[in-house]
């Protein structure tokens, strides 16, 4: 089925039923059986299969705002997190390039889930089965990956990109940050014993983890870099790339269909800095047959963009944001001296603009995005 039909039928789905408790039980993991206490769009939203302002406009179509704000909440929080990247892009390329000196051992233990803490080692085979976690149990996973198996959180990042289907630059690089205490400077996110307890539902009592480590410190300081102001949003070329990360078409259906040529690109693990598990790289490889059959003038690229770059003078690219995809063109670029003008959509480029500071900042021009992308 096309992965559009399904994600649209699971939108439908969840809103018409489920976003009114979202609030009241959206912390509860109650395990693999039972995940209809959040929405499990992730993984499209991130390929942009559903778009974040349309899942927005379509939640606050049938429901008032106070009545679903708080998920609607966390789709911006989504948002806050790439533009808050997008601001800082030496936060990506630090983390990207990270490499390890940590002795292998307890890495080993973690990864092949065999610490002996009988939830953590749960979450390894949950993630390596589903490629999914609850939010809660990421925040717990990563806070006892960092503070009681003391492992780089870096490590743990990639580990994420790696297994999970909505995998996402921004939301997963800030969110172990976060928890770290380094996105918000020496405030960390300790898991706790009773915590996991309650709203695993009782399935975890008793979880010996360290409850009073300190904050982990950086000596480096990410400050804002000027982000020019970016508008276009029209065709400059004949050709045009899109990756993986950005599939919504509806509103650039017209657009899309007066390229000669459309081509599809789901970069594979030799040009990727983190190489994604089969089933993620599975997944993006049908989001992009998805894309296809509404595209006939689109062309899936098994082998890279490089012999087309090379042949190219000029073409289009859908913005990708900062992560793989985009290190992975601007590259090409410089080496092919292929000119790109990158299309851009004006809500990501409001929201951006609000993303110099913290959320809370973010949060008070909600009501300025939510009259744009009506
Ligand atoms: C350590 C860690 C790593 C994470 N890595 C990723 C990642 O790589 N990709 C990713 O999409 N999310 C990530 N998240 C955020 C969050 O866990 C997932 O978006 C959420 O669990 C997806 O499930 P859902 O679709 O049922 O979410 P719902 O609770 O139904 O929320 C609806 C949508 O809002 C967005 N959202 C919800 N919570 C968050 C949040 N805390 N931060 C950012 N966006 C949010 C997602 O797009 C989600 O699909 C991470 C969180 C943590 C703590």
Redo the contacts with the bound molecule.
């Keep these: 089925m096309s992965l559009y039909i399904e994600a649209n039928s699971q939108q439908i789905k969840y809103i018409n039923s489920s976003v009114l408790q979202y609030t009241k039980s959206?912390n509860y993991d109650f395990g693999t059986d039972n995940r209809c206490n959040?929405?499990?769009?992730?993984k499209f939203?991130?390929h942009r299969i559903i778009l974040e302002y349309d899942l927005i406009n379509e939640v606050l179509g049938r429901h008032e705002y106070q009545r679903v704000e708080k998920?609607v909440q966390?789709?911006f929080?989504?948002i806050y997190?790439k533009g808050w990247l997008e601001l800082r892009p030496r936060v990506w390329h630090d983390f990207v390039n990270f490499e390890s000196t940590v002795n292998g051992d307890m890495l080993e233990k973690a990864l092949a889930g065999s610490t002996g803490i009988q939830c953590f080692d749960d979450w390894i085979s949950e993630i390596k089965q589903t490629n999914y976690l609850?939010?809660h149990a990421?925040?717990w996973f990563?806070s006892i990956w960092i503070f009681t198996l003391k492992l780089p959180w870096q490590m743990g990042a990639k580990f994420?990109?790696e297994q999970?289907l909505?995998?996402?630059a921004a939301?997963?690089t800030l969110?172990?940050r976060w928890?770290a205490g380094l996105q918000t400077k020496g405030k960390h996110y300790l898991a706790r014993a009773s915590n996991i307890y309650k709203f695993s539902n009782g399935r975890y009592p008793n979880t010996q983890i360290n409850e009073s480590a300190s904050p982990i410190e950086e000596s480096q300081n990410y400050d804002v870099q000027p982000n020019l102001l970016k508008t276009k949003e029209c065709q400059s070329n004949s050709h045009i790339l899109v990756f993986e990360n950005d599939l919504h078409f509806k509103t650039r259906k017209e657009l899309y269909q007066k390229y000669s040529k459309i081509y599809l690109l789901n970069l594979d693990n030799s040009k990727r800095k983190i190489p994604l598990s089969e089933n993620v790289m599975s997944f993006k490889d049908n989001a992009l047959i998805s894309f296809q059959e509404i595209f006939p003038n689109s062309e899936i690229l098994s082998c890279g963009f490089e012999r087309i770059a090379k042949e190219l003078k000029s073409i289009d690219v859908v913005y990708p944001f900062i992560g793989e995809n985009l290190d992975y063109i601007q590259n090409l670029s410089v080496k092919h001296h292929l000119d790109i003008s990158y299309l851009y959509r004006k809500e990501d480029n409001l929201c951006t603009s609000f993303c110099n500071k913290g959320f809370f900042n973010f949060k008070k021009n909600i009501p300025e995005i939510l009259k744009l992308i009506k």
């Design positions: 959206r959040t929405s499990n769009l992730s939203i991130s998920f966390e789709i929080w989504r997190w609850h939010n990421r925040m990563a994420f990109i999970l909505d995998g996402d939301s997963n969110s172990w928890v």
